[in-house]
């Protein structure tokens, strides 16, 4: 062992491979430094109104919802099944606002580098189980294979690209941590102390995230497949985890998603017959279960195409005649078996099959729904099973040949992984390229639909304008196929004919959503908005002043209130010669803004044209009086 420890080279030191791993960690997500915020960093960050108070946001953090202080009112943040409660990265985003302001690089950074920290304690923690099973310089190969792999995978990005993902990162931070704690020790002759610390960060894990939870039954297996020791190693997790199920339901209540939600874009095991959504059969949500299941085995080998949206219908009713639903259900059945066979002979492969069943079954849908079929990130703390089977099947042989293969693979990923970064540039970017994988997505394709509408509003007239406009309806022409209720993809098509001054297709759009769901006040706004440019439009381009008015007209029964509809009805009935309506409404208009000397000048003509001198007088004085000169 000694000669082998001479001739061993100097990278090969725990002191340099960490060193390595921090490095390649950041090289890996350098390019990620200059994004801006995207997907749900909305909902964390930009547009939560706790974290936007910094300090001052804290105290809501921990005594509500995750998504409180992004819908603004109780109620709503339960539209998401079982409620969310993982305030300890939202209190992160919150210091940080009001520490370093809000640019997004500070968040990006620290994503990075906890990221970079994680692989690392991955390292050490593998290093300390693989040490039960075989000789420390293999232990050594092995841990690094494992936490190489896992730094290096694309299926990565969505955690670490995007901000909000630090959940993820911060879950399975703590839980590795608490391990280690305990493995440093090899689980025995622990003080209080080790527990203490262990419990503690394994509860920061659990506030950043519920999935952490799982570990409550990975820390005794590893105990006991590893050190024959199960019992020392649940007790801290226990605890915490029994404290955290109290913490939250105090605050959000027993609220494990039982009932799925009736809403498509919540509940994808729903279905259209006869233009009613009506639940799967059991069968078929089942086997569409099973297929997601296989999906995330072949993402793991094979990363390829990625997309941060499984929503319906990318993925769509599947049945056991399908042959990825029917391999999920063999694959899952035969990774069960071996696992029950292999533990009971404390086979060091059993240990990742195993965990990698028990950590996905609470992202499964099996347990409780999650209010979609898939998604990356759920596989973030799986994908550690991944990591530590492929690393076990590479170092099976001689280690040069495992270390060139090691090579290899990490390479191709990591190249995976600075390209796929790119996507998470901002929301126009993530959502305009994967609508070209997730096809038959509604809800990418109305993202999409969505942030083409927000760009093209305030672009001049040009072919380029058009045909984004184009690419927009098509967009959202797919939402709707896929999600006939979708209520906002009608709102957006109808944004989309608004920028094109198609104002009847756009009303059209707006009525359609309002059919749906006549409380929904932007697209009462957006008609409203629509009825007055068209009006506007036809009395200015067409020239056509009784459709003019009768668009005016029904604008201003949305909002009677509003000067500027008052003021065009006014100068429009005023040119048809309507005298009497004109001064109706420049009235209107005086009662609406007093000091505006402007309209005192048209009132006056009014008054005048109804052959009501006086009044003239007094309202040409009045708008002297303010300053018309």
């Not at 990278?11 to 791993?21: E, V």
């Not at 990356?376 to 076990?392: D, N």
């Not at 999409?448 to 072919?463: M, Q, R, T, W």
Request: proline residues 3%.
């Amino acid at each position: 062992m000694a000669k082998k420890a001479k001739n061993k080279s100097f990278l090969l030191t725990d002191k340099w491979i960490i060193i390595g791993l921090g490095i390649l960690g950041f090289i890996l997500y350098a390019n990620t430094l200059g994004h801006d915020f995207a997907l749900d960093d909305a909902i964390v960050i930009t547009d939560n109104e706790f974290t936007q108070k910094g300090f001052g946001g804290l105290a809501d953090i921990f005594t509500k919802d995750t998504f409180h202080g992004f819908f603004g009112e109780s109620g709503k943040d339960k539209l998401v099944s079982g409620g969310r409660y993982r305030p300890f990265t939202l209190g992160m985003f919150a210091i940080e606002r009001a520490i370093f302001g809000t640019s997004p690089f500070i968040h990006h950074l620290i994503n990075i580098l906890l990221y970079a920290f994680l692989s690392i304690l991955i390292f050490l923690t593998a290093q300390l189980l693989f040490q039960q099973k075989f000789q420390k310089e293999t232990a050594q190969y092995l841990a690094l294979g494992l936490a190489a792999i896992f730094l290096a995978h694309p299926i990565h990005t969505e955690a670490v690209a995007n901000i909000k993902g630090r959940d993820e990162i911060m879950a399975m931070l703590g839980s590795i941590s608490a391990v280690y704690i305990l493995a440093r020790k090899q689980f025995q002759n622990l003080t209080f102390k080790d527990y203490l610390f262990s419990g503690l960060v394994f509860f920061v894990g659990l506030l950043s995230k519920e999935n952490a939870i799982t570990f409550v039954a990975v820390a005794p297996l590893i105990a006991y497949v590893f050190y024959k020791k199960p019992i020392q190693a649940v007790l801290p997790f226990l605890v915490s985890a029994i404290i955290f199920m109290i913490i939250r339901t105090s605050v959000i209540g027993l609220d494990l998603g039982a009932v799925p939600s009736g809403e498509f874009m919540n509940n994808p095991y729903l279905k259209i017959v006869n233009g009613q959504y009506t639940p799967f059969t059991s069968i078929e949500k089942f086997s569409t279960i099973c297929y997601t299941l296989w999906k995330y085995i072949s993402l793991m080998v094979f990363p390829w195409p990625l997309t941060h949206d499984y929503y319906p219908n990318h993925i769509s009713l599947k049945t056991f005649s399908n042959p990825m639903a029917l391999a999920g259900l063999i694959s899952y059945i035969g990774l069960f078996i071996a696992s029950i066979y292999g533990i009971l002979k404390k086979k060091t492969w059993a240990f990742f099959t195993a965990y990698y069943l028990i950590t996905i079954s609470i992202v499964s849908n099996i347990v409780f729904p999650i209010g979609t079929h898939m998604s990356e990130r759920f596989i973030f703390m799986p994908s550690f099973a991944f990591a530590g089977l492929v690393s076990l099947l590479l170092f099976k042989s001689k280690p040069k040949i495992g270390f060139l293969a090691l090579a290899v693979l990490v390479a191709v990923y990591s190249i995976m992984t600075v390209k796929r970064n790119l996507v998470w540039k901002d929301n126009y970017t993530l959502f305009t390229t994967d609508a070209l994988t997730s096809k038959n997505s509604a809800k990418v394709n109305n993202a999409a639909g969505g942030v083409i509408g927000d760009y093209v509003k305030n672009l001049p007239e040009s072919p380029e304008r058009d045909a984004l406009i184009n690419k927009g309806h098509t967009h959202l022409a797919n939402a709707i196929a896929a999600h006939p209720n979708y209520v906002n993809a009608y709102l957006l098509k109808g944004n989309l004919y608004f920028y094109q001054d198609k104002y009847e297709e756009a009303l059209q759009m707006y009525n359609t959503s309002l059919a749906v769901d006549p409380q929904y006040t932007e697209a009462i706004s957006n008609k409203f908005l629509a009825l007055r440019s068209a009006g506007r439009y036809y009395g200015e381009k067409k020239n056509d002043l009784s459709t003019s008015a009768q668009y005016l007209e029904q604008a201003l029964q949305l909002q009677p209130n509003d000067y500027e509809t008052n003021r065009l009805l006014g100068t429009c009935y005023g040119i048809m010669g309507n005298h009497q309506n004109a001064l109706k409404y420049f009235k209107k208009c005086a009662e609406l803004q007093p000091n505006n000397a402007d309209i005192f000048v048209n009132l006056a003509k009014a008054y005048e044209l109804t052959g009501n001198t006086e009044e003239a007088a007094i309202a040409a004085r009045k708008a002297q009086s303010l300053g018309n000169r």
